[in-house]
């Protein structure tokens, strides 16, 4: 059983929906990251939470630490927002783990 | 460009052939780490100089060799690998435990 568990692993949304991603780990972090994998390879870091909520323009993340759970909101979504969305928690010095990643596909 | 440069983008290999990947960052940073992420599987974690101290998976073959001479340069060398190890490998720098990652664009390796 992976140590980070990302839900759904596909989605399919009509452009301007308000999309949630979520996260669930098992494991004891000092942070959690929400990257963004675009077609072709290149990964973006999006967010590193250690608690509460963070907000980028049109992403909101958020970490319940006691729930061991973040989420991943995109408000408005466009297209351009097509990308795999990848959850990875921080443990002691510089271990992560990785969940496998939401494929997200906005349909104009 | 992220700050985090991998070459060459695309490597096709035979399994006989020794190759190396090639990792530079220019952002201070001082850890580096290789990363292999293969279909549907989630990214896995293979090697980490941090400080120049190497940390690294014991899951690895040998056939993996990373050698990071300095903080901004990174290498993995690869010899007699094999069809599954085709997948795409990435490079990432972080500056300590307190900041996040700044990724490469990835090597897209495939093993013939």
């Known amino acids: 059983k992976n140590e980070v568990e990302q839900s759904p692993q596909n989605l399919t949304a009509q452009e301007g929906e308000f999309i949630t991603i979520n996260c669930s780990y098992s494991?004891?972090?000092?942070?959690l990251h929400w990257l963004q994998q675009h077609p072709g390879g290149g990964i973006v870091s999006l967010f590193m939470l250690s608690s509460g909520k963070k907000k980028h323009g049109r992403l909101i993340a958020t970490i319940n630490i006691q729930e061991k759970h973040s989420s991943l909101h995109i408000t408005a979504s466009h297209p351009r927002d097509s990308a795999v969305y990848i959850c990875?928690?921080?443990?002691?010095?510089?271990?992560?783990?990785f969940g496998t990643g939401t494929s997200l596909t906005v349909i104009p | 460009e992220t700050g985090v440069t991998q070459t060459p983008r695309h490597l096709v290999m035979g399994m006989t052939n020794k190759k190396s990947l090639k990792c530079e960052q220019h952002l201070g940073h001082n850890a580096m780490y290789w990363y292999k992420q293969s279909a549907k599987k989630p990214l896995e974690l293979m090697f980490v100089y941090s400080l120049e101290e190497r940390v690294e998976n014991n899951s690895v073959p040998s056939r993996f060799s990373p050698e990071c001479p300095n903080s901004s340069h990174l290498f993995l060398h690869l010899h007699t690998l094999q069809p599954e190890d085709s997948a795409l490998y990435l490079c990432?720098?972080?500056?300590?435990?307190?900041?996040?990652?700044?990724f490469g664009s990835g090597t897209r390796l495939t093993v013939v």
């Open positions: 990875a928690v921080r443990r002691t010095g510089n271990q992560f783990y």
């Open positions: 494991v004891g972090i000092s942070a």
């Open positions: 990432a720098s972080s500056q300590d435990r307190n900041y996040g990652y700044t």
